[in-house]
Structure formats: C-alpha cells, structure tokens
C-alpha cells in the first residue's frame, strides 16, 4: 500500500522558516494536500493541489511538490503555528495521509 | 455557510453496534462526497472511506472494509458510519469531512467537529 512520510517532529524560533516534509513514492505526480491540526480541533486545510492556499489562510504559508517530496514551508512562523501538519495523497483511488509532524515553535 | 454538525459522544460496551452521524448544510448535499477520518487519541489521521451522497456509491479503505458500513440519507441531508460490532479498538475520535469536489484527487474542505467513540467494558 501507499505511504507518506513525515518527519515526526520540527521546531523552528518564532519568526524563522519552517520547512515540513512529506515523502511517497513518485509523489510529485499527484497532488499533494496540507492540514493543519490545533490541540482540541479538527483539521484545517492550509494547502492543496500542492500549492494552492484557501481563502483565509495567510500567505506565509506555501507548498511545492517534485519528485517524491511535498514540502510545506511557513515562512515568518508565528506561535499561533504550532501544531501538527498532515500531508494527504490519492492513491488507487484510496486516500492517504502522512503520520503528522508535530511543529514546535520556541 | 458550510457546516457539517456531527452526532455527540458514546460509550459503548464490546459488541455493541452504534451509529453515528453527520449533517451537512449550507450546500447541495448530494454534490459532494463524504468521508470518515478516525483519529486515536494521540495518534494521526487515518481514512476510512468515502459515500457519494448522491447514489450511495462507497469506497472503503481496506483497513476497514467489513468492519464499518457508510450511508447517508439525502431527505435529511446526513451521513452515517455504523459498526455492529464493537471492539475496544475502536476507541477514538470520528471525523466526518466533504470532498472538495467529486474527483479522485481532491482534498477535503470542511470537516465536522468529531465524534468521541468510546468502547469499554
């Protein structure tokens, strides 16, 4: 079966980029989607079709997709970013999310 | 404005069944999928499947095929996932979550609030 793979962990200092990786094979040939998870809350898509930012969501966040790599980068982090990052894919016809990277902003 | 309002909390013991629910608004329910997300406590996402609303047509995950059946009921605007029987396993949190557009590919736009399943003797 499919698989993402994510780094379990990632801290960044208030102000810097934080970069959140997602790894599957040939990835970059689908469409890579980023959720954002709060403590209490339920997921908040914060990237999709790679790139692509909803409405509401500010503009230091972006994502690019090539290879076998998703990356979500947060440029400017600021502590109302910490939280816990989920990549999501197709595959088969089946979705697949990634196990979560937890980002710590100290 | 889209909402999807979920059933309340439940505890269950071991074998017994359960359904829970989900109740779209604000758009035209039958146009979009709908999917059931789990989440143990502490643990990240996993996708159980998706419904078409519109014609009932179900794609499930293979980790719980057999184990969970997914319905919806157009005239009230809701879906459901339902177990017959209930193992201890099952404890976690339960998202409902609308497809983006009806395609393989798309993302998931809005969720429901969660539904805390909890299965004990």
């Known amino acids: 079966s499919y698989e993402l793979t994510q780094p379990p962990s990632v801290s960044v200092s208030p102000g810097q980029a934080a970069s959140i990786t997602c790894s599957g094979d040939?990835?970059?040939?689908?469409?890579a989607s980023w959720y954002q998870q709060k403590p209490g809350q339920s997921p908040v898509v914060v990237i999709y079709q790679d790139m692509r930012r909803p409405s509401g969501i500010p503009e230091r966040f972006s994502g690019s997709n090539s290879g076998n790599t998703a990356t979500l980068t947060i440029s400017g982090t600021q502590a109302m970013d910490e939280a816990d990052y989920y990549c999501?894919?197709?595959?088969?016809?089946?979705?697949?999310f990634g196990g979560g990277t937890k980002l710590t902003v100290l | 404005e889209v909402q999807l309002v979920q059933s309340g909390a439940d505890v269950k013991n071991p074998g017994e069944s359960l359904r829970i629910s989900c109740k779209g608004s604000g758009y035209s329910f039958p146009r979009y999928w709908i999917s059931w997300v789990r989440q143990v406590p502490g643990r990240g996402l996993e996708w159980m499947g998706r419904?078409?609303?519109?014609?009932?047509?179900?794609n499930y995950s293979p980790s719980f095929q057999g184990h969970v059946t997914m319905s919806t009921d157009k005239s009230i605007t809701t879906a459901y996932l339902q177990w017959s029987s209930l193992k201890a396993s099952d404890t976690a949190i339960y998202y409902c979550?609308?497809?983006?557009?009806?395609?393989?590919?798309?993302?998931?736009?809005?969720w429901g609030q969660g539904t805390v399943v909890t299965v004990s003797s």
């Open positions: 979550a609308r497809h983006a557009t009806t395609a393989v590919g798309t993302h998931f736009d809005f």
């Open positions: 999501q894919a197709w595959a088969s016809g089946t979705v697949v």
């Open positions: 419904i078409d609303p519109d014609d009932s047509d179900t």
């Open positions: 040939k990835l970059g040939d689908r469409y």
